[in-house]
Antibody, heavy 121, light 110 residues
Framework: QVQLQESGPGLVRPSETLSLTCTVS????????WNWIRQPPGKGLEWIGY???????NYNRSLASRVAMSVDTSKNQFSLKLTSVSAADTAVYFC???????????????WGQGKFVSVSS | QSVLTQPPSASGTPGQRVTISCSGS????????VHWYQQFPRTAPKLLIY???FRPSGVPDRFFGSKSGTSASLAISGLRSEDEADYYC???????????FGGGTKLAVL
């Protein structure tokens, strides 16, 4: 059974960079799309973007100017960086595996437990 | 306000059948698969239905997904107290080239 685990600081100062890592265990990082999704307190889910195991990325257009994702296949990890954060970026950040079936966009089949990140001075 | 519209709440009594809708457009639901997620408080979402109407292993057949045109539905039959959770639809949008989630529906079992 594939397991994902987010790690990183739980507190980030305004205008600084949020950095999170997701470690994948129980399966290879190869041939899947690796996503970041967030959920502000009491609100719904927002897709941030994905990184393919090859390094190809695709970001939510509303966040693209501030987002960077990367993958380290040797460590079975992928990462998220979100720059110039504000209080509006306070949320639980989930990593999730994207599974492709045929040519259809890869849906999220396994999720990490989530990491709450607060943006506050 | 989400591009995918779900009712904010739904309710039913044990044993009843409840339906949750997800309304979109041609660029998302009309041209792509719909997936549904179940989320309990303070936990990660769990895949409930994928590709419109397939259930992952372990999901009871009380959960049924369907799609017609630019709308999709999640039906839960034989409602149980443990079904009380938030439910989200998710679909790829061709215009945005990204994933969309519905606003979520909080299901109460009365």
């Amino acid at each position: 059974q594939v397991q994902l685990q987010e790690s990183g600081p739980g507190l980030v100062r305004p205008s600084e960079t949020l950095s999170l890592t997701c470690t994948v265990s129980g399966g290879s990082i190869g041939d899947f799309y690796w996503n970041w999704i967030r959920q502000p307190p009491g609100k719904g889910l927002e897709w941030i973007g994905y990184v393919y195991y090859s390094g190809t990325t695709n970001y939510n257009r509303s966040l693209a100017s501030r987002v960077a994702m990367s993958v380290d296949t040797s460590k079975n990890q992928f990462s998220l960086k979100l720059t110039s954060v504000s209080a509006a970026d306070t949320a639980v950040y989930f990593c999730a595996r994207g599974r492709m079936v045929g040519a259809a966009p890869p849906y999220f089949d396994f999720w990490g437990q989530g990491k709450f990140v607060s943006v506050s001075s | 306000q989400s591009v995918l519209t779900q009712p904010p709440s739904a309710s039913g009594t044990p044993g009843q059948r409840v339906t949750i809708s997800c309304s979109g457009s041609n660029s998302n639901i009309g041209n792509n698969f719909v997936h549904w997620y179940q989320q309990f408080p303070r936990t990660a979402p769990k895949l409930l239905i994928y590709m419109n109407n397939f259930r992952p292993s372990g999901v009871p057949d009380r959960f049924f997904g369907s799609k017609s045109g630019t709308s999709a539905s999640l039906a839960i039959s034989g409602l149980r107290s443990e079904d009380e959770a938030d439910y989200y639809c998710a679909v790829w949008d061709d215009t945005l080239s990204g994933w969309l989630f519905g606003g979520g529906t909080k299901l109460a079992v009365l």
